[in-house]
Structures are given as structure tokens and as C-alpha cells.
């Protein structure tokens, strides 16, 4: 059986995260396409496909502070209009996706974690675990989740890629977004970084930067931690920060090539 991986489309490579509720329709179409491809060059391919939420989710939750816990009438009404941003974006995804023939079904995190704090305590993964086991390909995103301490929080795509990684053992992560990876000179964006470790993120760590967009959930430099951190817990995971902006890219790290920044053990 092939290795298993989890694959995200960034929100703001699948939205324009400047502009309220806009998908980027023909970037979404590409990808999809290209990961139809991917499994056609290998059917046995399997994978998790998650994407964040852009200028969906993000721009209600920045209004209602939702990251931060739920508890008035107001901030629940929140929650819900959160829910239904990144829903909408879901379902364009979802039916992309399915218009290239690939088997995908929803597994929204709203629906099967509970988070205490903010970490993840509870995860009913075994339907996600059957659905590939079945051929299927799984799709989660950035969404609400349910706090047993703070009422509510947000989980962001790479949040449920760190709670499903060391139930499904994932081999390789691949994070596309706008950026060709991880910048060693933020701002000047002239010189990648090929390679991360711990052994060497002192020296890394001055080009990282959180989004310039509203993001209520990290930029660059939570992505980066949040991984090296999985990785740490699973030294032979390897995870790639690569551009899907550029055609082509998304379908060669699939097919196995590193195309922008990877992390390592």
C-alpha cells in the first residue's frame, strides 16, 4: 500500500484574503486538476486534502474573536456565522474536487474534535481512517471546533494535520501556498530557505513572518513551529512549504519532488 499524505491548499492561495468571501476559482480549478492528475499517474496514490479558509472564515472570526472562546449570545452567533464562511468555501472545494472524478468526502472538524484550551483532546478519526482505507480521499479544513474550557476556539489546517498525523502516520505533509517557501531574508524574499531543522532554525528564524492578511491563526512562523514540533514527535515525517502558484509544482510534490522548503528531523 502507498505511504499516505496530507495534503493543504492554502486560504490564501485558493482566495483572494483581502477580499471578503472571494474564492480564486481558477487557481482552485488548476489545483484540483492537478491533483487529479497526480492520481491518475498513481492510482494507489492516498491522501488527506485539507485547505484553510482564506478570506472566508478568517474575516467573521477576527470580528467575533472566536479564536479566543465563545460565551455570550453574541459570540455564539459568531461561531455560527464562522462555521457557515468556511463552509461555503468547503463546499467550492469539495465540488471541484469531485468535478475531476476524485472520491472526496467532507470530514469537518466542527463535527468530530473537541478541543480543551485550544489542544485538541478528543478526535473520532476511525469514519476518516475507514474512508481511506475505502479509496476515498478525506477532506478537512481550517474551522470551529467546539472548547470544553473556552466554549469555542479555531482550528487552523495545520492544527487537524497535527491531531490526524499520529493516528494515520502520514509520510510526507505538503503545504502549498503563495510563498515559494520558506524566505531565509523576509522581507526582501530573495533567498529560500532549502532545508529546516531544529539544528538550524536560529538561523532561519529571522525571515519568518505572520501573514499579512488577516490570519487569526498564525502565519509562516506558526506554520514552521507547529510542523518542526510533529516532526519531533515523528522523526521520519517529512514536510514541504512549497508554492502552488506555479503550474506544475502541486502535481511534481506529489509525485514525490521537493519544491521548495522542506523540514526534517
Given at each position: 500500500?502507498s505511504?499516505?499524505?496530507?495534503?493543504?491548499?492554502?486560504?490564501?492561495?485558493?482566495?483572494?484574503?483581502?477580499?471578503?468571501?472571494?474564492?480564486?476559482?481558477?487557481?482552485?480549478?488548476?489545483?484540483?486538476g492537478?491533483?487529479?492528475?497526480s492520481?491518475?499517474?498513481?492510482?494507489?496514490?492516498?491522501?488527506?486534502?485539507?485547505?484553510?479558509?482564506?478570506?472566508?472564515?478568517?474575516?467573521?472570526a477576527?470580528?467575533?474573536?472566536?479564536?479566543?472562546?465563545s460565551?455570550?449570545?453574541?459570540?455564539?452567533?459568531?461561531?455560527?456565522?464562522?462555521?457557515?464562511?468556511?463552509?461555503?468555501?468547503?463546499?467550492?472545494?469539495?465540488?471541484?474536487?469531485?468535478a475531476t472524478?476524485?472520491?472526496?468526502?467532507?470530514f469537518?472538524?466542527?463535527?468530530?474534535?473537541?478541543?480543551?484550551?485550544?489542544?485538541?483532546?478528543?478526535?473520532?478519526?476511525?469514519?476518516?481512517?475507514?474512508?481511506?482505507s475505502?479509496?476515498?480521499?478525506?477532506?478537512?479544513?481550517?474551522?470551529?471546533?467546539?472548547?470544553?474550557?473556552?466554549g469555542?476556539?479555531?482550528?487552523?489546517?495545520?492544527?487537524?494535520?497535527c491531531s490526524?498525523?499520529?493516528?494515520?502516520?502520514p509520510?510526507?505533509i505538503?503545504?502549498?501556498?503563495?510563498?515559494?517557501?520558506?524566505?531565509?531574508?523576509?522581507?526582501?524574499?530573495?533567498?529560500?530557505?532549502?532545508?529546516?531543522?531544529?539544528?538550524?532554525?536560529?538561523?532561519?528564524?529571522?525571515?519568518?513572518?505572520?501573514s499579512?492578511?488577516?490570519d487569526?491563526?498564525?502565519?509562516m512562523?506558526?506554520?514552521?513551529?507547529?510542523?518542526?514540533?510533529?516532526?519531533?514527535?515523528?522523526?521520519?515525517?517529512?514536510?514541504?512549504?512549497?508554492?502552488?502558484?506555479q503550474?506544475?509544482?502541486?502535481?511534481?510534490?506529489?509525485?514525490?519532488?521537493?519544491?521548495?522548503?522542506?523540514?526534517?528531523?
Amino acid at each position: 500500500m502507498s505511504k499516505l499524505v496530507f495534503l493543504k491548499l492554502g486560504g490564501s492561495l485558493i482566495t483572494d484574503k483581502n477580499t471578503p468571501m472571494t474564492p480564486r476559482m481558477d487557481v482552485i480549478q488548476r489545483l484540483t486538476g492537478e491533483i487529479a492528475a497526480s492520481r491518475r499517474d498513481n492510482p494507489d496514490l492516498r491522501l488527506v486534502i485539507g485547505h484553510g479558509s482564506g478570506s472566508f472564515g478568517h474575516v467573521a472570526a477576527h470580528k467575533y474573536a472566536t479564536y479566543q472562546g465563545s460565551h455570550t449570545p453574541e459570540q455564539w452567533l459568531g461561531f455560527a456565522e464562522v462555521w457557515r464562511a468556511a463552509r461555503v468555501l468547503n463546499q467550492i472545494v469539495l465540488e471541484s474536487l469531485s468535478a475531476t472524478g476524485l472520491p472526496v468526502i467532507a470530514f469537518p472538524p466542527s463535527a468530530n474534535m473537541i478541543t480543551e484550551g485550544r489542544k485538541v483532546t478528543q478526535c473520532h478519526f476511525e469514519p476518516l481512517q475507514q474512508a481511506i482505507s475505502a479509496g476515498l480521499i478525506p477532506v478537512v479544513n481550517g474551522d470551529v471546533v467546539f472548547d470544553r474550557r473556552q466554549g469555542s476556539t479555531i482550528l487552523s489546517t495545520e492544527d487537524v494535520f497535527c491531531s490526524l498525523a499520529p493516528l494515520l502516520h502520514p509520510a510526507r505533509i505538503l503545504l502549498a501556498g503563495l510563498e515559494a517557501g520558506v524566505w531565509a531574508d523576509f522581507p526582501a524574499c530573495t533567498h529560500l530557505a532549502p532545508l529546516i531543522k531544529r539544528s538550524n532554525l536560529a538561523q532561519v528564524a529571522p525571515g519568518l513572518s505572520g501573514s499579512a492578511a488577516v490570519d487569526v491563526t498564525g502565519g509562516m512562523v506558526q506554520k514552521v513551529h507547529s510542523m518542526l514540533s510533529l516532526i519531533d514527535e515523528t522523526p521520519q515525517l517529512e514536510v514541504l512549504i512549497f508554492s502552488g502558484s506555479q503550474p506544475g509544482l502541486l502535481q511534481q510534490a506529489l509525485a514525490g519532488a521537493n519544491t521548495g522548503t522542506l523540514l526534517t528531523a
